[in-house]
C-alpha cells in the first residue's frame, strides 16, 4: 500500500529479532540458536532417564510443553492440573521436562516458545530496552485476534507499554487454535480492558451473496 515505516511480521519473528537485537548487549553473547527438532531433544533427555516412550508418545508430551508455556505455567503448576500421558507417569513427566530444559540450557538454545518468553522477560527486566521497543514501534494492530495465546497477548501488552495505540481484527466464532492455547477471551473481553476502544462489528457475509453461491 506504500505506507513507510511498517514492519510487518508474526509474534515469533518480531520477538525473534527484538532478542538477536538486544541480546548481545545484555549478556555479552550471541543469542541462543533454536532448537530445530524438540522431539529429538526430548527424546535424549528420556534416555539418560532411561525410558524409552514411543515417538508418538515424545510428540504428546512435546504438545503438553507447548502449552504449559504458551500459557505461562511452570513445570510445577502444569504438573498440578494432573494432566497424563501415556507410558509416563506425572513423575516421570516432571523430570523429563526438567531434563529437556536443562539441555536446552547446556546447549545455548531456545525452543520456539521460548523465543516468546524470553522477549517478554527481556521487556520486563531491562527498562531500558523496553524503553527502545516503545520508541521504534508505535502503533499495533493484531490481525486473527482470536487466536492470540496468553502469552503472545503477555507480549503484546509488553511492547505496549502504557499507550493505548492498538487495534485488533477478529472473529471469536473462527478461533481454530485452542489446541495451540489460543484464547478468544482476549477478543470477547477487549471492550472492557480498553472501555475508550471504538468497536466496529462487520456482520454482512459478503462471501455467501447470491452471486458467489450461484
Keep these: 500500500l506504500g505506507v513507510e515505516g511498517v514492519a510487518a511480521r508474526t509474534f515469533h519473528a518480531a520477538a525473534l529479532a527484538q532478542l538477536n537485537f538486544f541480546w548481545p548487549t545484555l549478556a555479552g553473547s550471541p543469542a541462543p540458536s533454536i532448537i530445530d527438532n524438540k522431539v529429538r531433544m526430548l527424546g535424549q533427555a528420556a534416555d539418560a532417564m532411561r525410558l524409552r516412550p514411543s515417538t508418538a508418545t515424545l510428540r504428546d508430551i512435546a504438545s503438553e510443553i507447548e502449552g504449559r508455556k504458551v500459557s505461562m505455567l511452570s513445570i ?4 498440578a492440573l494432573g494432566r497424563t500421558t ?26 520456539f516458545e521460548d523465543v516468546l518468553l524470553a522477549c517478554a522477560g ?23 485476534y482470536q487466536d492470540v495465546s496468553p502469552l503472545q497477548n503477555r507480549l ?59
Design 76 to 79: 510445577e503448576q502444569h504438573a
Design 86 to 111: 501415556s507410558g509416563v507417569d506425572s513423575t516421570q513427566l516432571v523430570e523429563l521436562q526438567q531434563r529437556y530444559e536443562a539441555l536446552k540450557d547446556e546447549r545455548h538454545q531456545l525452543d
Design 122 to 144: 527481556m521487556l520486563e527486566a531491562e527498562p531500558r530496552v523496553a524503553a527502545s521497543v516503545h520508541e521504534q514501534y508505535r502503533h499495533f494492530t493484531v490481525d486473527e
Design 156 to 214: 503484546l501488552e509488553l511492547w505496549l507499554g502504557d499507550r493505548r495505540d492498538i487495534c485488533v481484527v477478529g472473529d471469536a466464532s473462527q478461533t481454530i487454535y485452542s489446541f495451540a492455547g489460543a484464547e478468544q477471551r482476549f477478543l470477547l473481553e477487549f471492550g472492557r480492558r480498553y472501555p475508550d476502544a471504538t468497536v466496529v462489528r462487520l456482520e454482512t457475509n459478503y462471501r455467501s451473496q447470491a452471486p458467489i453461491l450461484e
